[in-house]
């Protein structure tokens, strides 16, 4: 079950009503070398937490009793980056973990172990990742099916890039983004590096006023960036 593929040391809170998912992920993140400092079963327990242990990221499920991880992640997500894990690929839950200051959003059977990892890493240098189920969620939200063409997103985006003064380079990167692309494929995509991406991204949100990517899809999709941002 060991992973590489994210640094050790990271200190995670973990919270999910289910038992068996926090031992699953408690093993994974502590097979990667990272410090599960407290497990969580509903979302008064994990703000408790969360304010007592102070961890780097908190790994939220969407739905638990005595208040949800959305309604965690509104209330942590300024001072604690906040992953949200779940099976719900509702458009409108994807947009309220968004308005909430989610640093990320995965759908149970649409990501890897690794792929948690690299989330929280992300998580917890300032970026995010949501996964391509939500991404289509967004899309599917606004209207546009996954069949969207070239022309309405070409439009979609020199709309956005034409409001907030975007460069040719971050229109490309809000393009990639909006779709769900990781920094690594949007660097493949557009034959850079990583961190040039990373880059690109930072100033990105900074022109767009938004938090991570769920937020800058929500704007790319005509939505409003989070007022927590």
């Given amino acids: 079950m060991e992973d590489k593929t994210a640094p050790p040391g990271l200190r995670v809170l973990l919270a999910d009503d289910n038992p068996l ?20 079963h509903n979302g008064s327990e994990a703000r408790a937490l969360i304010a007592a242990r102070r ?12 208040g949800t991880g959305i309604a965690v992640a509104a209330a942590v997500s300024m001072s604690t980056p906040c992953v949200m894990v779940t099976y719900d690929d509702e458009p409108a839950t994807v947009e309220e973990c ?17 792929d948690l990892l690299r989330a929280i ?41 034409e409001r907030y003064g975007l460069t040719t380079r971050e229109q490309d990167v809000l ?22 991406v990373k880059n690109a991204i930072h100033r990105l949100y900074i022109k767009l006023g938004v938090g991570g990517r769920p937020e800058a899809i929500a704007l790319f999709l005509g939505g409003r960036p989070s007022p927590l941002r």
Wanted: some cysteine.
């Fill in 21 to 40: 998912v926090c031992q699953g992920l408690s093993e994974l993140l502590r097979g990667a070398g990272m410090d599960v400092v407290g497990v969580a």
């Fill in 55 to 66: 961890p780097d990221v908190a790994v939220l499920d969407v739905r638990m009793p005595e």
């Fill in 98 to 114: 968004a308005a909430a200051g989610a640093s990320g959003y995965l759908v149970y059977g649409e990501f890897e172990p690794r």
């Fill in 175 to 196: 393009h990639l983004v909006a779709h769900g692309d990781s920094n690594q494929a949007i660097a493949r995509e557009l034959s850079v590096s990583e961190k040039t």
């Fill in 121 to 161: 890493d992300e998580a917890a240098s300032g970026g995010a990742v949501v996964s391509s189920a939500a991404a289509a969620a967004l899309l599917a939200r606004a209207g546009e099916a996954d069949g969207e063409d070239s022309a309405s997103i070409n439009r979609r985006t020199r709309a956005v890039a």
